[in-house]
Every structure is written in C-alpha cells, then in structure tokens.
C-alpha cells in the first residue's frame, strides 16, 4: 500500500484519528523522523515532515519536538489555508506555510521534509553548491537548488518564494540553515535527505583536501543504476527493520489484535 493511502480508523477521545497498522501515514511519518534522526539528521525541536492527505486539500505535519520523539498521535492535519483540521497531542509545529505553498504548486509533490542536519548546515554557509563527490550523490545530480533566508519576509511570501526558487527540482540548499526535501513518497524523500546528509559530509571532507567531483557522465551512470535496483526503496527497508530493534515505543502504538 501506499503510505499516502489511509485505512478508514475510528478516533479517539482527542479526535485524532487511531493508528490500525503500519501503512497508517501517522506512524510511517513517525517512522521517517526516527530513521532520520538515527543518521543525524535530527533539527532539535525544529524541522518538519508532512505528508500530502490524498483527496483533501489538507496535510499531516509534526510538532516542535526532537525527531526520536515522535508517535503517531503528535502528528496533527492542517489545511492548505493552515487551519487545524485534526488536533494532534502535541499542537502542530508553526513556520509551515511552506509546506501548504508547496503542495499547491506542486501536485506531484507528496511528502515535504525540513531538517537542520550539521553537513548540509555547514556546507550552504560555503556558498559552494552541493556537488557529486560521492557516487550516491547522483541521486540528486541537478535537483539541488539553493536559498537565502530573508528575515523581512512574512511567511506567506517566503512558501511563493520557496516554491519559485525550488522550480520542479527535488531540494533546497538552505543558506546557515539546513535543506528543503520533497518528492513523491515519504519513503524516497526520507532516503534522499539522508542520502544528502552522508553525501554533503564527503564534500566538506573532500573539499578540505581539493578533492575533485565525479565526471558527469559517470554521475549519470550511477544514477541510472540506483534507480534502476530502487536504491531508495532497498534503504528504507533496511532502515525500517533497524527501527524494530531499536525503538519498541513506536511499534507499541500499533493496534493489537
């Protein structure tokens, strides 16, 4: 199944609607940030993951909470127009206008990610663009786009803003801030920000020591190839079953039989 594909599920006292299994985009959202912050990609408090409501102009989206925290019922859908539709247990995060922005613009975009991570951080303050310095970083060969934080826009021209500069690529390389993912499923978006986490830690590592990128066409190869064997795919699976050793609180929000 899907994971932009919802069962039907009663709610609860909150009105949040209950977890019945691990297709539930609550739980795979909270899956996503616990995956992500086990590979550093953690914001602190900040960042958010949200995922497109199929059929609905309406989105899932995280509180202010560290990426390990969270379970199913902390995540809240909000309408485009940013109005609380359901009430997670924690209210849901504020400065995600752009998430709403996006996904009006944007209808193949159905997850949007936001993270802080320390790699992708300490490159965009190089002013240097993300590069192929290792070969996973094919992945994302001409999809990274770079952006400047303007403190004097209102948040309602920095989503337009956003979505302009994103154009139809894949990320943003956010100035000493962090990086903007979207994509087609939560899934290949969590592994792409990971993947550009890992790959901006080589270039800064190649960088210091004048290392060079890989050629073009070479670059391209590897991208065929990845995608060709659903390189993506193959690490959210593995990722995933990492997640079943290393965190039983979220398993034990599933409903048992």
Request: include cysteine.
């Given at each position: 199944?899907?994971?932009?594909?919802?069962?039907?599920?009663?709610?609860?006292?909150t009105?949040?609607?209950?977890?019945?299994?691990e297709?539930?985009?609550r739980?795979q959202?909270?899956?996503?940030?616990?995956?992500?912050?086990?590979?550093?990609?953690?914001?602190?408090?900040?960042?958010?993951?949200?995922?497109?409501?199929?059929?609905?102009?309406?989105?899932?989206?995280?509180?202010?909470?560290?990426?390990?925290?969270?379970?199913p019922?902390?995540?809240?859908?909000?309408?485009?127009?940013?109005?609380?539709?359901?009430?997670?247990?924690?209210?849901?995060?504020?400065?995600?206008?752009?998430?709403?922005?996006?996904?009006?613009a944007?209808?193949?975009?159905?997850?949007?990610?936001?993270?802080h991570?320390?790699n992708?951080?300490?490159?965009?303050?190089?002013?240097?663009?993300?590069g192929?310095?290792?070969?996973?970083?094919?992945?994302?060969?001409?999809?990274?786009?770079?952006?400047t934080?303007?403190p004097?826009?209102?948040?309602?021209?920095?989503?337009d803003?956003?979505?302009?500069?994103?154009?139809?690529?894949?990320?943003?390389?956010?100035?000493?801030?962090?990086?903007?993912?979207?994509?087609d499923?939560l899934?290949?978006?969590?592994?792409e920000?990971?993947?550009?986490?890992?790959?901006?830690?080589?270039?800064?590592?190649?960088?210091?020591?004048?290392?060079?990128?890989?050629?073009?066409?070479?670059?391209?190869?590897?991208?065929?190839?990845?995608?060709?064997?659903?390189?993506?795919?193959?690490?959210?699976?593995?990722?995933?079953?990492?997640?079943?050793?290393?965190d039983?609180?979220?398993?034990?929000?599933?409903?048992?039989?």
């Amino acid at each position: 199944m899907s994971l932009t594909e919802s069962e039907k599920a009663p709610t609860t006292a909150t009105g949040v609607t209950a977890v019945v299994s691990e297709s539930d985009p609550r739980f795979q959202i909270a899956a996503a940030r616990r995956i992500l912050h086990r590979e550093g990609l953690d914001s602190q408090v900040g960042g958010h993951v949200s995922v497109r409501v199929p059929g609905e102009q309406a989105f899932l989206v995280t509180p202010f909470q560290y990426f390990d925290e969270t379970l199913p019922e902390h995540v809240s859908k909000v309408g485009f127009d940013l109005k609380v539709i359901e009430q997670g247990t924690l209210p849901a995060s504020p400065g995600i206008n752009f998430h709403a922005s996006i996904y009006l613009a944007r209808p193949d975009v159905n997850c949007v990610i936001h993270t802080h991570a320390k790699n992708m951080s300490v490159l965009s303050t190089t002013g240097e663009p993300f590069g192929m310095y290792y070969d996973y970083a094919s992945l994302l060969l001409d999809e990274v786009v770079p952006w400047t934080d303007d403190p004097n826009l209102v948040p309602s021209e920095e989503g337009d803003l956003m979505v302009a500069q994103l154009g139809g690529k894949k990320a943003l390389l956010m100035g000493h801030h962090g990086s903007l993912h979207v994509g087609d499923t939560l899934e290949r978006v969590t592994m792409e920000a990971l993947i550009m986490e890992m790959c901006a830690g080589y270039q800064l590592a190649a960088m210091a020591v004048n290392g060079k990128q890989l050629d073009r066409r070479i670059a391209e190869s590897y991208r065929g190839a990845y995608l060709k064997n659903e390189f993506r795919e193959q690490m959210w699976i593995a990722n995933y079953r990492r997640l079943l050793r290393s965190d039983p609180d979220l398993f034990a929000t599933l409903k048992q039989d």
